[in-house]
C-alpha cells in the first residue's frame, strides 16, 4: 500500500445497509447504467491524478464480495472490515491510509456521480492551506423545525445562513486522526462535525447537483438521468 509522498488518499464509508433504498443488495452494491454505486463513485475519486489510495470500508461479512468487485482498480484501492456506525466505519479505514498521506477526503459511496473536478477543487482547497473543507450547496426548501411528536411546526428557520453539505470533505490527515481520536462518544454525521467540536475551523467551498446523495428509490431514478445525460455528452468517459 504505497503512495508517493505528500500525497492524497481518499476513505470510503461503504458498510451501511442504506434501507431507505427498499429491500435487496446493500446501498453501495444497487447499480446505476449496470454498474455498483461503490464503483461509481471510487472511479470518481481515483480519475483525480492526485488521489493515489482509496480505502474502502465495506460490510464486516461483505468484505470479499466488495474486494472482488474493486479488483479490477489494483493496489490504488484497498477495502477493510467497516464499523457498527459511519463514524467508526471512517475510523478503521483512516488506521489503514499511510502516513505519507498528507491530505485525506472522505467521501460517501452514495454519492455515486459526485463530478471529478469536485473532488480536485476540494484537495486543491486543503492543499492552499485549509485544514478542513467540505462542498455545500444553498438550502433551496423553506425549512421549519417541528415538535417532538412531528406534528405541529415550531419554527421557520432562516436558511440564509444554512448550507446542505456533500462529500468529499478534505482534511489534514494529522486533524482528521486527532478528530476521530476525541471522538469516541461523539455522534456526528459527518467529519466535519468531528473537527468543529475540537474549535477548529471548517472552510467551505461550492458543492455540485450532481454529488447528490443516492438514498431513495427516486434518487436512482434520478442518478440513471444524469448518467445517461453525461453518456449522450461524453460516450468515451460518461464519469467526466
Ligand atoms: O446511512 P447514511 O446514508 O447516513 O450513511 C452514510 C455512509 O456511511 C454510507 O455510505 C454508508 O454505507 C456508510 N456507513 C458505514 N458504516 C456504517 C453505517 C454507514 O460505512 N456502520
Known sequence: MSTPPGGTAAIVPAAGRGERLGPGAPKALRSIAGIPILVHAVRS???????????VAAPPDGVSEVRDLLLPFGETVQVVAGG?????????????????????????????????????????????????VIPVLPVADTIKA??????????????SSLRAVQTPQGFRRSLLVK??????????????????????????????????KVTTPF?????????????ARHPEEPGA
Request: net charge negative; proline share 4%; hydrophobic share 50%.
Open 45 to 55: 475519486l481515483i480519475s483525480c491524478e492526485r488521489v493515489g489510495l482509496v480505502v
Open 84 to 132: 457498527d456506525t459511519r463514524q467508526r466505519s471512517v475510523a478503521l479505514a483512516l488506521d489503514a491510509v499511510p502516513e505519507e498521506n498528507d491530505i485525506v477526503l472522505v467521501h460517501d459511496a452514495a454519492r455515486a456521480l459526485t463530478p471529478p473536478a469536485l473532488v480536485t477543487a476540494v484537495i486543491e482547497a486543503v492543499a492552499a492551506g485549509c485544514e478542513a
Open 146 to 159: 417541528v415538535d417532538s411528536s412531528g406534528t405541529n411546526v415550531t419554527a421557520t428557520v432562516d436558511r
Open 179 to 212: 478528530a476521530h481520536a476525541s471522538a469516541i462518544s461523539a455522534d456526528t454525521t459527518d467529519d466535519a462535525g468531528l473537527v468543529e467540536r475540537l474549535g477548529i475551523p471548517v472552510a467551505v467551498i461550492p458543492g455540485h447537483t450532481e454529488a447528490f
Open 219 to 231: 434518487d436512482l431514478i434520478l442518478a440513471e438521468a444524469v448518467f445517461a445525460a453525461r453518456a
